[in-house]
């Protein structure tokens, strides 16, 4: 819904989740931006973190809770199928309105889409081995070439 910033990494390679300040930018340019409801849109920036709110209302704890599973499906079934996608943390929140008695479920979900850092090709058990070393054991590298 908003990116929050680059993607943070620690020395041995571990994504580091956004600090709450910037979490908390990130929300409020939500609110200012123009031209949709807020959670209308799930941002997919590569190399960002992002933060995307899950909010539904109902007139019974129970009617918000499902009205919430399905959003909550809805965004990880789109999620699920872009190259990069990492959850970084979620948190729940619930609330009532005694004005017009409703009950509200929120998710706050931070997320990652990492760029690919690795190629695509496996590495070989053999890697640095010359062909000779891996003749030795012919069915392993046999294997390894199949793969």
């Keep these: 819904m908003a990116v929050i910033g680059k993607c943070q990494y620690t020395k041995d390679g571990r994504l580091v989740r956004p600090r709450e300040l910037d979490v908390r930018d990130a929300k409020l340019s939500m609110g200012l931006d123009i031209g949709g409801k807020s959670g ?4 997919t920036e590569r190399g960002c973190t992002h933060v995307y709110l899950v909010e539904a209302a109902g007139l019974s704890p129970a009617q918000a809770k499902q009205r919430s599973k399905d959003k909550l499906q809805t965004f990880f079934d789109h999620a ?3 190259n990069g996608f990492r959850k970084i ?3 729940r929140r619930t ?3 005694p004005i017009n008695q409703n009950y509200t479920i929120t998710y706050e979900i931070v997320y990652a889409i990492e760029e690919p850092y690795r190629s695509s090709r496996s590495v070989s058990p053999y890697e640095g081995q010359s062909r000779e070393d891996r003749d ?3 069915l392993a590298a ?3 070439e199949l793969g």
């Design 89 to 91: 943390s979620m948190e």
């Design 95 to 97: 609330d009532y309105t």
């Design 142 to 144: 046999n294997l390894y």
């Design 136 to 138: 030795i054991d012919p």
């Design 40 to 43: 209308d849109r799930f941002t």
């Design 80 to 82: 699920d199928f872009i």
